[in-house]
């Protein structure tokens, strides 16, 4: 850079630096001075600083993400309520520079910024549009590329060597795309843009182009585009002076931006030609400036378009919540246009957009849990119509269908979470967060003003429980974190943490209060956060051995190591002479088939208070996944942690591929664990930073082998230090080092299968029925719902539910990479021939008419006592009991009929229902 215009970039940031101070001739100066010159990565990035600074009040920078060679993905958002999103109120975002070497947009977005800024509260219409508008603006996309042609001769044409973000996008054609590998082979630029689209509602999208102007087939809605094409050439003064690049378009190439707007969000996007010259000389910027000031200002306002509106729940509809709705907001509402195919979703407000040209429309609202409303309405020109719908309740009893909207968002948020271990990509999933403000040690006191400060603050999603007490008689406290904490909702898989059973090793203890801190924080701000906490109950005991912390003790105030103080089924002296074999892997499931799950204390030493109330809670909750955070090494161990002899081999689980795949979601997300060579002690050697725990050493009476045994649960040990205590200055580096970790780990509840259960007759749930998975002899039961959970690695199982009262049922499943699968059972009753005795009736009726009224009140008699004694029946096995054999056989000579006995694969989006 000549020293002329380092020079001019100074007076450049002087200038701006005065800009609360400007009239407008300086403005029209600081203008001109944008205008002189194309701005590499670190000008812009200096620019975007001081405007923020400058105009704090109506601004906020925001990065989304790095590109491949680490630059931030910066976007300027500009409303007039920064701090907070105005329900609503539509978003609509401007995006430049999606091809490198395409310079103009770039300079006209930074200028647009600095024209909003300047003239908010001057200009009524800028006035009105940042009052009424949440509008982000993103100059480049693809910051690498431009830094390797900012240098280089001014060129009209495109050099394809270059990298174009734009067409780096999925392609919906494709037969093997799934929305959970649609990141899979991505540049980091895309990935960080596809986050930014799906986590936003965003209504209305312009990509500011230099090429042919092209243009995908967006089905019904291709009109919308063609108008505000046209509408943005109108605005342009000078648009006749243009040579056209070519006629429009219709784009052949899928898999491009515009597409991924559409079919994969709110979003309707356009592009917006500006000049056909790639990187022109810098004095046809001003004119490019003046030319498109205007279009670029009228197609923002054009997110006020169509109809918009709230979507509410109709049982609280009297009610005025906090953002002034009438009524409990209902979100990821789908908004339905008749003949289009094209639907929109409600966000967290209940509020929604609908883009469209003037015409009479057939509208219908529909949500999960709730009857679907229609509606007609009128849109007309220059104009939004408020359309809103308010949604009564279903009978709750009745198993909800799971909308496509849903499994689209779980979806989406196992393709997330399956994210987090690629270090390079993961870092648009938890950008612009608020950080922990809790990093100081807390004692037992603070923690527990900590846990009710966050109940308070977070009310919406946060409830303290209590476990009970220790020796000392120490309080032992979990707080819940979900969308509706203080319930368990029906499908809802549920999750706990678990920190400070070793009462010396601090740093876990810590590490969940950051975490519990974090959700709180960013509920509200971060859509990642926003949907594990709504699609998952998640259960945080930061602290478990509060008197060891108290006497910095690994032990509890017994002197007992609670780590190895649950039941263990190993203390039977004659196993050996039961199985008459000798010690070996395949021997774990023997034992476990002959013991019939009996719970045998260990060394004859009592069960502690600590243990007892853990053992409660694991069987009072609907758990799945739990992890137990522990210090001393840097490793995720997973079960079995003993065997017969006390042996250190290798001592697998019947589940053991799907332990190492919740352990890798752990080790893989964490930046030094997955190493797993001498990270503590020099002969330490873990794959993947993973290890069977009895490979390592044995643990008898573990924690982890209890849970695994003897509820639906299963656990994993995370040594997440090879210190055991530290300086409070480092809890944050911890803390950066295992919150992808957590969020990775959580996430896994959402893989595998899941569904209710229910009474085929009377449709009411079954409690207790036996979930067996063929060739895993590892079973789990219904909860008092209905609804169960099997996580399980990707593949084709057979699936059996049985039940003493009911009719077995048998189906082949398979398991993708996605979210669970919903597999759905409605078994019948035992002992009772419906159809026989329909049949019965019918022939009675017709060969003997003089006895119809006679015949049909017996016979309708008789059905109602029997279905009377079968609810009667059901309701005496309400109680939550856990089985005495998590591992007892199906009845092979039992005559039960199997569903899909061929070999064909079944499409995963869609849920099978068993009757």
């Known amino acids: 850079m000549t020293n002329h215009n380092k020079l001019k970039r100074i007076l450049l940031f002087l200038a701006i630096l005065l ?8 403005q029209i100066n600081i203008q001109n001075l944008l205008l002189s010159e194309y701005h590499d990565y670190d000008a812009l990035k200096a620019l975007l600083e001081t405007f923020q600074s400058s105009y704090s009040n109506i601004s906020k920078l925001i990065s989304i993400g790095k590109s491949a060679e680490h630059r931030d993905l910066f976007v300027f958002q500009i409303t007039d309520q920064i701090d907070r999103v105005e329900p609503g109120e539509p978003s609509v975002k401007l995006i430049a520079n999606t091809h490198g070497e395409e310079a103009v947009g770039r300079e006209l977005l930074v200028n647009l910024i600095y024209y909003l800024l ?13 009052d009424s508008t949440n509008i982000y603006i993103m100059p480049t996309s693809n910051p690498d590329v431009f830094e390797k042609i900012k240098n280089k001769a001014f060129k009209c044409e495109s050099d394809p060597s270059f990298k174009n973000v734009e067409f780096d996008f999925p392609n919906r054609l494709n037969s093997n795309l799934t929305k959970e590998n649609m990141f899979e082979s991505r540049e980091s630029e895309t990935v960080s843009l596809m986050n930014w689209i799906l986590n936003n509602k965003f209504v209305l999208s312009g990509n500011l182009k230099q090429t042919v102007p092209i243009r995908s087939n967006l089905n019904e809605d291709l009109n919308i585009v063609e108008y505000l094409e046209t509408s943005y050439l109108n605005s342009k003064p000078k648009s006749n002076e243009i040579i056209s690049c070519s006629d429009v378009l219709v784009n052949k ?6 597409e991924f707007n559409y079919f994969y969000s709110n979003t309707i996007e356009v592009n917006l030609n500006l000049v056909c010259c790639k990187y022109p000389p810098i004095d046809k910027l001003k004119f490019e400036w003046e030319n498109n000031r205007n279009a670029l200002i009228n197609f923002l306002s054009r997110v006020h378009m169509g109809i918009k509106g709230f979507i509410t729940d109709f049982s609280d509809s009297k009610f005025l919540h906090e953002n002034g709705v009438l009524g409990t907001p209902i979100q990821n509402a789908v908004i339905t246009v008749e003949g289009y195919t094209h639907n929109v979703t409600s966000s967290i407000n209940g509020d929604y957009w609908r883009p469209l040209l003037p015409n009479t429309y057939r509208i219908t609202a529909s949500a999960f849990g709730f009857k679907s409303e229609t509606k007609i309405v009128q849109v007309i020109e220059n ?33 997330q979470i399956n994210l987090l271990t690629n270090l390079n990509k993961r870092d648009s999933l938890l950008i612009n967060t608020v950080e922990p403000q809790e990093t100081n040690i807390h004692n037992q006191e603070d923690l527990e003003e900590f846990l009710k400060n966050v109940e308070k603050k977070c009310s919406n999603i946060a409830t303290v429980h209590s476990l009970g007490k220790s020796v000392n008689g120490t309080g032992l406290y979990s707080i819940i974190i979900s969308d509706n904490p203080k319930v368990h909702e029906k499908g809802e898989p549920e999750v706990k943490l678990i920190g400070n059973l070793h009462g010396d090793e601090i740093i876990s203890r810590e590490l969940l209060i950051q975490f519990i801190d974090f959700l709180c924080e960013n509920y509200d701000k971060n859509e990642l956060v926003k949907r594990l906490v709504d699609s998952t109950r998640i259960h945080i005991a930061p602290s478990v051995n509060p008197d060891g912390y108290a006497k910095k003790s690994r032990n509890n105030a017994n002197n007992v ?9 190993f203390k039977v002296k004659s196993i050996q002479k039961l199985t008459g074999e000798s010690t070996q892997k395949s021997n774990v499931n023997k034992i476990l088939e002959i013991l019939k799950g009996k719970e045998i204390s260990i060394n004859d030493q009592n069960i502690q208070p600590e243990t007892n109330f853990l053992m409660l809670w694991s069987r009072e909750h609907p758990f799945i996944l739990s992890g137990n955070l522990d210090s001393g090494s840097l490793t995720v161990k997973y079960p079995f942690n003993d065997n017969k002899n006390g042996e250190v081999q290798e001592t697998p689980t019947p589940d053991d591929d799907t332990f190492k795949m919740l352990a890798k979601s752990y080790s893989l997300a964490h930046p030094r664990m997955a190493f797993g060579y001498k ?24 924690m982890q082998d209890w849970t695994y045994l003897n509820t639906n649960d299963m656990q994993i040990k995370i040594e997440i230090s090879c210190e055991k205590n530290v300086d409070q200055a480092k809890l944050i580096v911890f803390w950066e080092e295992n919150k992808y970790s957590l969020f990775s780990f959580i996430g896994q509840a959402h893989k595998g299968i899941k569904g209710v259960v229910r009474d085929q007759v009377t449709k009411l749930a079954i409690q207790n029925a036996t979930i067996q998975i063929e060739d895993i002899p590892h079973n789990v039961t219904t909860y008092r719902y209905g609804d169960y959970w099997r996580i399980l690695t990707p593949g084709h199982y057979y699936l059996s539910v049985s039940h003493p009262k009911y009719e077995t049922a048998k189906v082949k499943v398979k398991v993708g990479q996605g979210s669970a699968t919903v597999v759905n059972f409605d078994l019948k009753p035992i002992g009772i021939n419906y159809d026989k005795i329909v049949n019965e009736v019918i022939t009675v009726i017709s060969t003997n008419s003089y006895a119809y009224l006679i015949t049909g009140l017996s016979i309708i008699i008789i059905i109602l006592i029997i279905i009377s004694l079968v609810v009667k029946s059901f309701k005496s096995n309400s109680r939550i009991t856990l089985p005495n054999n998590l591992y007892t056989k199906l009845d092979q000579e039992d005559n039960r009929k199997l569903l899909f006995e061929d070999d064909e694969e079944f499409d995963t989006d869609d849920k099978l229902f068993i009757r």
């Not at 609360?20 to 300086?26: L, R």
């Not at 269908?401 to 989406?412: Q, S, V, W």
């Not at 190591?561 to 089924?569: A, G, K, R, S, V």
């Not at 993973?690 to 573990?702: D, K, L, M, P, V």
């Open 679 to 702: 990270l503590c002690q020099p002969n330490q050697k873990f794959q993947d930073g993973i290890t069977n725990g009895a490979a390592w050493y044995t643990n008898r009476g573990s």
């Open 383 to 415: 104009h939004v119509t408020e359309l809103n719908f308010t949604l009564s309740r279903e009978n709750l009893e009745i198993v909800p269908h799971m909308f496509a909207e849903e499994k689209n968002e779980l979806d989406i948020l196992v393709s």
């Open 19 to 26: 800009i609360s101070k400007s009239n407008c001739d300086d």
């Open 118 to 130: 300047e003239n908010y509260q001057k200009d009524e219409k800028v006035t009105s549009l940042i």
């Open 561 to 569: 190591d609670l780590e190895n103080n649950f039941p263990t089924i």
């Open 253 to 258: 190439t899928h898999g491009n931006m515009q």
